[in-house]
């Protein structure tokens, strides 16, 4: 395993983070959509969410809509959830199960749970169609440990086991492949706020002692952040010593048994993932949780999320899961007012830009992800109006 502990950042590096326009701008939020959302492997679920065969999970972002749906042959497959007839939904929930056939509610073509066209209904009224060519269209998929991710349009991004192998080793002893659903991936909640402003305050740990008391009283002297690195990042927080002073900690620091399966310098301890542009796997000694944001226009974020656990979950095990969770849930509402006040500060006369800490840095890692594929993020100005697509195409050929 790579050790990137306690990298620290260079020296001199810019602490003024993305101009102010960007976390306003609809025009940017169109482009980001197609540039970042579209064209990075996006988070969709754990294979044990569609455990078994005719399970299916969809989701919809930003104009599209993925349906991932696990075949009678075991393998799970994602789709575009758009009937090749007239474009309805193949399936309309959520999540569901079918026995064999997802039947398209519009006019009632059958798709078998490959993909492959089933039949039209009325097929007489149809030339012959061809089972692949009229079949559901599908989308890249690619699943590593355990999670499945699908990916809207083809660009040059890397496989995720390539961004996210050099955790591979470390994530070994946790078999985040067997774990299992706690509930249903759900769209958690939606905040009025664009969705870097969301991501930024996730990548420091910096306002951690300030504005997280349970966090702090858990792992506060023992964390560290690594910046985003080749469109990964790694945060770990080993728990303070001692029994802690609130109470969710206490009781979470109590009841949580020894996680014999994981090394030493796991079993008190919890990690996350990210991976770029928007998403974080948590990994605990007692569960797992991800957590994604997409953006909805430039000023509301909708976030997405669930959590895990292990097959064979004892009972003290499952208490101190419900507790990590308590904590979890605290946090993210501590973050929420931040992000808002922080974000909205640009359109203060008064504003004057940001100073990130070097605990801040990840941040930065992450900002400089974003500029070298939205070069317009380096303009103090947004472009005039209906030229950011067109301006950032022509920042990009210039670097070439
Ligand atoms: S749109 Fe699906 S059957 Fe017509
Ligand atoms: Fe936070």
């Not at 005039?384 to 301006?391: D, L, N, S, Y």
Request: hydrophobic fraction near 40%; charge should be negative.
């Amino acid at each position: 395993m790579k050790d990137l502990t306690h990298t620290s950042p260079p020296k001199n590096w810019d602490r003024t983070g993305l101009p102010g326009w960007a976390y306003f701008s609809d025009e940017l939020a169109e482009l980001e959509m197609e540039e970042l959302f579209r064209k990075h492997w996006q988070l969709a679920c754990h294979v044990s969410d569609v455990a078994e065969p005719g399970d299916y999970l969809a989701f919809d972002v930003g104009g599209e809509r993925a349906l991932i749906v696990r075949g009678r042959d075991g393998i799970v497959r994602a789709f575009h959830n758009l009937c090749r007839h007239r474009g309805s939904r193949v399936v309309t929930d959520e999540r569901g199960h079918c026995k064999s056939a997802l039947i398209c509610p519009y006019h009632g073509w059958a798709f078998n749970l490959d993909g492959t066209l089933r039949g039209a209904a009325q097929p007489k009224s149809f030339p012959a169609l061809d089972p692949v060519e009229w079949g559901l269209k599908p989308l890249e998929t690619e699943i590593w440990q355990g999670f499945v991710f699908v990916r809207f349009k083809e660009s040059d991004q890397p496989a995720v086991a390539e961004i996210m192998g050099r955790f591979d080793d470390e994530l070994a002893p946790y078999d985040l492949a067997d774990m299992v659903p706690v509930g249903t991936v759900d769209w958690s909640d939606e905040t009025a706020v664009n969705w870097k402003a969301v991501r930024d305050v996730d990548n420091e740990g910096y306002h951690v002692a300030m504005a997280h008391p349970a966090l702090h009283d858990l792992y506060g002297k023992g964390y560290y952040d690594e910046p985003y690195i080749g469109g990964a990042s790694r945060s770990f927080a080993s728990f303070n010593p001692g029994p802690g002073a609130l109470w969710s900690v206490r009781a979470y620091k109590s009841v949580l048994p020894e996680a014999t399966w994981l090394p030493e310098s796991h079993r008190q301890a919890w990690l996350y993932l990210g991976l770029f542009p928007n998403a974080v796997i948590g990994v605990y000694p007692d569960s797992m949780i991800f957590y994604q944001e997409f953006p909805d226009g430039a000023g509301k974020t909708k976030l997405r999320g669930a959590a895990y656990r292990r097959r064979d979950e004892s009972r003290e095990m499952r208490a101190a899961r419900y507790l990590s969770g308590r904590i979890d849930t605290i946090t993210a509402e501590e973050d929420q007012m931040l992000t808002i006040w922080s974000c909205e500060a640009a359109l203060s006369s008064g504003y004057d830009g940001i100073l990130l800490s070097d605990l801040e840095y990840g941040v930065k890692s992450h900002h400089d992800h974003l500029r070298a594929l939205l070069p317009v993020l380096n303009l103090e100005e947004p472009p005039e109006p209906g030229t950011m697509a067109e301006v950032n195409a022509e920042m990009l050929a210039g670097r070439e």
